[in-house]
C-alpha cells in the first residue's frame, strides 16, 4: 500500500461533502430526544445517572465535577481505563462527604429532638395524659405523679400550709384535706406516719393536752420540715436535669445510639476500603509499560518489538 498523500480529485470532494451535509445528526424528535441525553464533550464527562441523583438528592453536580477535575489534575490518568478509576475515586470521595453531612445532620436533629422532650417533661402534662395524672391524684396524691414543675410547686404549697397548721397548732382545721392532695386516700409509709401524728395531736388538742413547746408537736414540725426540705432538693436536681443548661448534657447529645453508630461506622470503613483498593489499581496500571495508541514507533522501536514477538513465538511452538 502506497503512503504517499494524493489529493482528492473534485469529483470526490463533492460526494464527501454531500455524505457530510447527510450526517447532521438526528432529524426525527424521537432521535433529536435520544440525542439530547447524551452526555456533554467534556474531557472526563461523569455518569448523567451520578448527575441525576445528585439532583434528587439536593446537591449540585457541578460541585462534583469540581472534586472530579481537581483528582483528575492531581493524578493524570493517561488512558480511558485510568480515567474511570478517578472517576470512581471521585464519586467514592464524594459518598464519604455525603456521609459526614449525613451524620452531622443526625446529630442535630437528634439534639434538637432530645431537647425538645425534655422541653415537654418540663411542662405540665397535657389532652389525656392530664386526665390521667389528675385521675391518679386522688389515690397517690400528687406526691405520686410524674415530676414536672407543677407537681414541685404543688407538693411544697401543701407542705407550707401544713407547717403552718403545726405551727399555730390549729389542728380542728380541715388539715386531712392537705394530707389528702399530698398522698392520697392510701399514704405510703413517711405519708401514713405523719398522718398518724397529726391524728394523735388532734385529739390531743381537742382535749386540750396540747401546750407550748410540745415535745408531739415539735417532732411532727421536725418531720414536716425535712419533708419540705427533700422536695425543694428534689425539685433542684430535676431542674439541673431537665431545665438548666448542661455543656456535659449537650455533649453527650452529640453521640449516636450504638446501632445506628454501628452502622456508620461500618459504611464509611467500605468506603474508605474502596477508596483505597481503587488507588492500589490505579497505581498499578500506572507502574505497567503502557505504549499509548496515538504515540507512533520508530523504526528501530518497530523493528525490536517485532523480534521480540518472533522470538516469543518460535519459543511457544517449540
Known amino acids: 500500500m502506497s503512503l504517499i498523500t494524493r489529493e482528492p480529485s473534485a469529483a470526490q470532494s463533492a460526494a464527501s461533502q454531500a455524505n457530510g451535509r447527510c450526517s447532521s445528526g438526528p432529524s426525527s424528535d424521537r432521535g433529536k430526544a435520544i440525542a439530547s441525553r447524551n452526555l456533554p464533550n467534556q474531557p472526563y464527562p461523569f455518569s448523567e445517572v451520578v448527575a441525576l441523583s445528585m439532583v434528587a438528592l439536593g446537591e449540585r453536580p457541578e460541585d462534583f465535577e469540581r472534586v472530579h477535575r481537581t483528582l483528575l489534575e492531581a493524578m493524570e490518568p493517561r488512558d480511558g481505563w485510568e480515567s474511570a478509576w478517578v472517576q470512581d475515586i471521585a464519586i467514592l470521595r464524594w459518598r464519604l462527604e455525603r456521609l459526614q453531612r449525613a451524620e452531622v445532620a443526625a446529630l442535630a436533629v437528634r439534639k434538637r429532638k432530645l431537647a425538645g422532650e425534655r422541653k415537654r417533661e418540663s411542662m405540665p402534662a397535657s389532652g389525656s395524659a392530664a386526665l390521667g395524672q389528675r385521675a391518679q391524684i386522688p389515690l397517690v396524691g400528687f406526691t405520686g405523679i410524674p415530676d ?171
Do not use: C
Open 148 to 318: 414536672s414543675p407543677w407537681k414541685f410547686q404543688q407538693v411544697l404549697g401543701y407542705l407550707h400550709q401544713l407547717r403552718n397548721v403545726v405551727g399555730a397548732g390549729m389542728f380542728e382545721k380541715e388539715w386531712e384535706v392537705y394530707f389528702q392532695a399530698l398522698y392520697g386516700t392510701n399514704p405510703g409509709l413517711l405519708g401514713g406516719t405523719l398522718l398518724g401524728r397529726f391524728q394523735a395531736l388532734e385529739k390531743r388538742s381537742a382535749e386540750g393536752r396540747v401546750g407550748e413547746g410540745d415535745d408531739a408537736q415539735v417532732a411532727l414540725m421536725a418531720d414536716v420540715n425535712h419533708e419540705i426540705a427533700d422536695y425543694k432538693q428534689k425539685m433542684a436536681l430535676y431542674k439541673a436535669e431537665h431545665l438548666a443548661d448542661d455543656p456535659v448534657r449537650d455533649d453527650s447529645d452529640l453521640m449516636l445510639p450504638s446501632r445506628k453508630l454501628d452502622r456508620l461506622i461500618r459504611y464509611e470503613t467500605h468506603l474508605e476500603d474502596q477508596v483505597e483498593r481503587k488507588l492500589r489499581q490505579f497505581y498499578a496500571r500506572r507502574r505497567e509499560p503502557v505504549v499509548r495508541r496515538a504515540e507512533t514507533l520508530t523504526p528501530a522501536a518497530e523493528g525490536t518489538v517485532l523480534a521480540e514477538s518472533a522470538r516469543q513465538a518460535a519459543a511457544a511452538g517449540a
